[in-house]
């Protein structure tokens, strides 16, 4: 049931100024019971008026949290939007850069693989002309047929099996050292027979034919192996070229995707809001009705008061307070009015620069001004001092932090720095003044001139901020 019809009950029976007139005028005056029943109907129809009206100020109070709720859920979805956007623009940074990068380098590529199977080419190479060089006594001073055999028992007999000899300990750790053989598959071995005098004859002899074989090696790569790098590498450079190519598109249709999304949510906020707005316009209509069957009604009861007078004691309080004003209409602000300015792009935060002023704040509030070394301050500048740059940090901090959440994302007030830079100037001129050297007295009263300069700036730009141009860029 609607406010109006529930106001409206009681007074069912309530007639027009006129027709109480016109009826008045032709039948004889009513008995003083039937005079107080009617006053008493006006006061009670007047009371459940109020009741119902004063429901309107918890009304209106709800009807601008809502508004402020939709702007803050328009922003969330701004937000939102801008940082899909700035996703997309740096994950397509991100693949250019990277993509770029590995075509430029695929020539140094190409070379460095030709250089690692020319280098595989050799070693095969020389590995198979050490395994076909055998162990011979008729190319080895001083090594017979049988310290060969030896040799071979071991697992040592060509120039492949082995790499290298050195001294050590006997292996039964008894005498002096011995010369041990160095396997090339690990393991080193100790030949009764070959000392110093038949070990250098054994290693002059492998490193001839690791020269002849090195000698023999290929030094350059044949044209087959290099056309099938050449052909990967090209491959690879079509490949990257077509994902470079790839990548806006792939960025674009995320950007599409971004914008349809953030589209639906707008048009799920504005469906919303309109359906919110009809509501509230249709309660707003009730109430105003209300208001106006209010001031009917205490018409009524002004002119019946007239002219039957005085009904009782009990009446008159009741009356007087029946006869009161009708409380003010309260309208609903105007959206704009009541959301605070967006900021000037989605997804933009206040910059961790603003760290700095904040630490040098939180620094003087501590050690106060002209305090440092063997100077002292008067009390009172010292008091002043941490008082004002606590104040500073204290301010800076409850601009900044809402700015670095997403959901409040925005840019520092216009004039911020100007003010900051002209606290912290003024702090160092106190300072600096209240050192009492002739030296420091002139850039005292510079930086305190700058100061006041730099503070009347800054709270020019926060009361009366620069307007972006129309149609500029967020």
């Given at each position: 049931m609607s406010l109006i019809t529930a106001a409206r009950r009681p007074t069912t029976t309530t007639r027009t100024l006129s027709e109480t007139h016109l009826i008045d005028s032709t039948t004889p005056p009513?008995?003083?019971?039937?005079?107080?029943?009617?006053?008493?109907?006006?006061?009670?129809?007047?009371?459940?008026?109020?009741?119902?009206?004063?429901?309107?100020?918890?009304?209106?109070?709800?009807?601008?949290?809502?508004?402020?709720r939709e702007v803050r859920d328009r922003r969330r979805a701004e937000a939102t939007e801008g940082r899909a956007l700035q996703r997309i623009r740096e994950k397509l940074a991100r693949e250019e850069r990277s993509l770029t990068r590995r075509l430029n380098g695929l020539d140094g590529r190409r070379d460095s693989q030709e250089r690692r199977a020319l280098a595989v080419l050799r070693r095969e190479s020389i590995e198979r002309a050490l395994t076909s060089t055998h162990l011979k006594a008729s190319e080895l001073n001083g090594i017979g047929s049988g310290l060969i055999r030896d040799l071979g028992a071991h697992g040592i007999r060509t120039a492949a099996d082995f790499k290298r000899v050195s001294w050590g300990k006997a292996p039964n750790g008894k005498g002096g050292e011995v010369l041990y053989i160095h396997?090339?598959?690990?393991?080193?071995?100790?030949?009764?027979?070959?000392?110093?005098?038949?070990?250098?004859?054994?290693?002059?002899?492998?490193?001839?034919?690791?020269?002849?074989?090195?000698?023999?090696?290929?030094?350059?790569?044949?044209?087959?192996?290099?056309?099938?790098?050449?052909?990967?590498?090209?491959?690879?450079?079509?490949r990257l070229r077509a994902e470079l190519a790839q990548a806006p598109l792939t960025a674009e249709a995320a950007r599409a995707e971004a914008t349809r999304l953030?589209?639906?949510?707008?048009?799920?906020?504005?469906?919303?809001?309109?359906?919110?707005?009809?509501?509230?316009?249709?309660?707003?209509?009730?109430?105003?009705?209300?208001?106006?069957?209010?001031?009917?009604?205490?018409?009524?009861?002004?002119?019946?008061?007239?002219?039957?007078?005085?009904?009782?004691?009990?009446?008159?309080?009741a009356q007087s307070r029946a006869l009161r004003p009708a409380p003010a209409s309260l309208t609903s602000p105007d959206a704009s009015a009541v959301s605070p300015a967006a900021p000037s792009a989605p997804g933009l935060r206040a910059s961790l620069g603003w760290l700095l002023p904040i630490v040098g704040f939180g620094f003087v509030s501590v050690v106060g001004v002209g305090e440092l070394g063997d100077e002292t301050a008067p009390v009172w500048l010292r008091i002043v001092s941490r008082l004002l740059a606590l104040a500073a940090t204290a301010e800076l901090l409850r601009l900044w932090i809402p700015r670095r959440r997403w959901r409040t994302a925005g840019a520092m007030p216009q004039g911020t720095?100007?003010?900051?830079?002209?606290?912290?100037?003024?702090?160092?001129?106190?300072?600096?003044?209240?050192?009492?050297?002739?030296?420091?007295?002139?850039?005292?009263?510079?930086?305190?001139?700058?100061?006041?300069?730099?503070?009347?700036?800054?709270?020019?730009?926060?009361?009366?901020?620069?307007?972006?141009?129309?149609?500029?860029?967020?």
């Open positions: 009513p008995s003083p019971a039937e005079t107080r029943t009617e006053r008493r109907r006006l006061i009670e129809a007047i009371r459940a008026l109020r009741r119902l009206l004063d429901k309107r100020r918890a009304f209106e109070a709800a009807d601008r949290r809502r508004l402020n396997r090339t598959r690990g393991g080193k071995v100790h030949i009764n027979g070959i000392g110093e005098h038949r070990g250098r004859p054994l290693m002059e002899w492998r490193r001839a034919a690791l020269a002849r074989a090195e000698a023999r090696a290929p030094h350059v790569l044949p044209p087959d192996e290099r056309h099938r790098i050449a052909e990967i590498i090209e491959a690879e450079r079509t953030h589209a639906e949510a707008v048009e799920r906020l504005t469906a919303a809001e309109r359906e919110a707005a009809g509501r509230a316009a249709e309660r707003r209509a009730e109430f105003d009705a209300m208001a106006e069957q209010l001031v009917v009604l205490q018409a009524e009861l002004a002119v019946h008061m007239k002219r039957y007078g005085d009904v009782g004691l009990r009446a008159r309080r720095g100007f003010q900051a830079s002209g606290m912290f100037l003024s702090l160092g001129a106190a300072g600096m003044f209240a050192a009492e050297e002739s030296g420091v007295l002139l850039p005292a009263c510079v930086a305190a001139v700058l100061a006041v300069l730099l503070l009347l700036a800054g709270t020019g730009h926060r009361i009366n901020p620069a307007q972006p141009a129309q149609g500029a860029a967020v």
